[in-house]
T-cell receptor, first 113, second 115 residues
Framework: AQTVTQSQPEMSVQEAETVTLSCTYD???????LFWYKQPPSRQMILVIR??????QNATENRFSVNFQKAAKSFSLKISDSQLGDAAMYFC??????????FGKGITLSVRP | KAGVTQTPRYLIKTRGQQVTLSCSPI?????VSWYQQTPGQGLQFLFE???????NKGNFPGRFSGRQFSNSRSEMNVSTLELGDSALYLC??????????????FGQGTRLTVV
C-alpha cells in the first residue's frame, strides 16, 4: 500500500517570497504519478502540478515547480513570487496502477501581505 | 465544458438516517471516484466506478455504497448514519480508469453534517 506524508501542518510566507512545501511517499511501484492539489476555501480541489515518476526532469508550471527525488521518495513543491491567492490547503497525492489517489494530510499555507 | 457537479452542496441528517449524494462527471468522462474528507483522517478513497461497475473500493464499512448509471452519473449512499460520517464528500471524474497519468477533476463536494 502507498503512503503519503506531509509532516508540516501549516506554513506562512510573505507575499512575493518563495516557499517550499514538503512531501514524502512510500511505494513499491515503479511507474506512478505524483500530484500537488490546491484546495481553497471554496473546497474545490485544483490540480497545481504533476510529475511522472520515470521522468527525471522536475515539472514546472509558471510560478510552481517541484523537486522530485525518486530515490529518496521526496516530492516538494516550490511556490515562487507568492501571491495572496496562493493561500489555501495543499495536498500531495500519489496515483499508481490502480488509479486511486492517495493523499497526504495536507498543509495550510497562509500568505502575509 | 461544465465541470464536475455534486448535489446537494450541504446536507444535515440525523443519526440513523440514510443519505444519497449525487455526482455528474465532466461530459465524456466515464470514471467516477468518491473521497471522504475529514479533519482527522484527511482525504480517504471510498470507491471508483467505471462503466457502471465498481473497480476499486476503499476501507469503509458496508454502510457506504455507490452506483453508476449508463450516463456515467454516480450516486453514493450511506445508510444508518453515524456522527463520524460528518465530512466533506468529494467526487472526481476522469476520462478512463486505470491510468496513473490521467488527471482527476474534482467537484466542490457535498458537506454532510450528521446530528
Amino acid at each position: 500500500a502507498q503512503t503519503v506524508t506531509q509532516s508540516q501542518p501549516e506554513m506562512s510566507v510573505q507575499e512575493a517570497e518563495t516557499v517550499t512545501l514538503s512531501c514524502t511517499y512510500d511505494t513499491s511501484e515503479s511507474d506512478y504519478y505524483l500530484f500537488w492539489y490546491k484546495q481553497p476555501p471554496s473546497r474545490q480541489m485544483i490540480l497545481v502540478i504533476r510529475q511522472e515518476a520515470y521522468k527525471q526532469q522536475n515539472a514546472t508550471e509558471n510560478r510552481f515547480s517541484v523537486n522530485f527525488q525518486k530515490a529518496a521518495k521526496s516530492f516538494s513543491l516550490k511556490i515562487s513570487d507568492s501571491q495572496l491567492g496562493d493561500a489555501a490547503m495543499y495536498f500531495c497525492a500519489f496515483r499508481g496502477a490502480n488509479s486511486k489517489l492517495t493523499f497526504g494530510k495536507g498543509i495550510t499555507l497562509s500568505v502575509r501581505p | 465544458k461544465a465541470g464536475v457537479t455534486q448535489t446537494p452542496r450541504y446536507l444535515i441528517k440525523t443519526r440513523g438516517q440514510q443519505v444519497t449524494l449525487s455526482c455528474s462527471p465532466i461530459s465524456g468522462h466515464r470514471s467516477v471516484s468518491w473521497y471522504q474528507q475529514t479533519p482527522g483522517q484527511g482525504l480517504q478513497f471510498l470507491f471508483e466506478y467505471f462503466s457502471e461497475t465498481q473497480r476499486n473500493k476503499g476501507n469503509f464499512p458496508g454502510r457506504f455504497s455507490g452506483r453508476q448509471f449508463s450516463n456515467s452519473r454516480s450516486e453514493m449512499n450511506v445508510s444508518t448514519l453515524e456522527l463520524g460520517d460528518s465530512a466533506l464528500y468529494l467526487c472526481a471524474s476522469s476520462p478512463e480508469p486505470g491510468q496513473a497519468n490521467t488527471e482527476a477533476f474534482f467537484g466542490q463536494g457535498t458537506r454532510l453534517t450528521v446530528v
